[in-house]
């Protein structure tokens, strides 16, 4: 198992950055990553993804080119660098941790099992 605890959402103007930070403990190292968000009335999102052993990320296509998933392994952290916020970027971002990903290119919540509680993140415009 893994327990996830995100951290880092805040109101920020549209242009802005932040970035995203998920602690995790238990096996890190052998789980797929991802960043997910879901605004009000929506349906969630996939935002980033990437299996925690290696360096390939993937991305949802409404933040390729604006956020970037990273992690630092050594202190078992994911992070989600967010540049250009947009007010359609405001949602809860949660962070999630999977075993088993049958499409890299794709980031789909179900097959996600472990989750955060989630860290609001709000743009102005």
């Known amino acids: 198992q893994v327990q996830l605890v995100e951290s880092g959402g805040s109101s920020v103007q549209a242009g802005g950055s932040l970035r995203l930070s998920c602690a995790a403990s238990?096996?890190?190292?052998?789980?797929?990553m991802g960043w997910f968000r879901q605004a009000p009335g929506q349906e969630r999102e996939g935002v980033a993804q990437?299996?925690?052993?290696?360096?390939?990320?993937y991305y949802g296509d409404s933040v390729k080119g604006r956020f970037t998933i990273s992690p630092d392994n050594a202190r078992s952290t994911l992070y989600l660098q967010m540049n250009s916020l947009r007010p359609e970027d405001t949602a809860m971002y949660y962070c999630?941790?999977?075993?088993?990903?049958?499409?890299?290119?794709?980031?789909?919540?179900?097959?996600?099992?472990?989750w955060g509680q989630g860290t609001q993140v709000t743009v102005s415009s």
């Open positions: 990437m299996f925690a052993g290696s360096t390939n990320a």
């Open positions: 238990g096996t890190y190292s052998l789980y797929w």
């Open positions: 999630a941790a999977a075993g088993i990903i049958r499409s890299a290119g794709r980031i789909y919540p179900p097959e996600y099992h472990y």
